[in-house]
């Protein structure tokens, strides 16, 4: 199990229906990923990224995320 994502946890508390909608996946899903409990798909895991305006990123959501975005290496997050 993954530790949790306090800062998903708390965009989804005040997250509308539409920017839930962005990220391709249920709330339920996304609690799931926030507790730990599941990890973030490659799709998903970019899209909790847009739609959270980068306050949850795919490195914050994957633990290879090196592996899917080596791109990502040369670059900080914001």
Known sequence: MRPKN???LAWLK???DKSVARTG????????????YKTAGPEIAAAIELA????VTR??????WLAIWPE????EAA
């Open 6 to 8: 306090t800062t998903l």
């Open 14 to 16: 005040s997250a509308d």
């Open 25 to 36: 996946t249920t709330r339920s899903y996304l609690r799931a990923i926030g507790y730990g």
């Open 52 to 55: 959270t305006g980068a306050a």
């Open 59 to 64: 490195k914050d959501l994957r633990d290879d």
């Open 72 to 75: 990502l290496n040369n670059h």
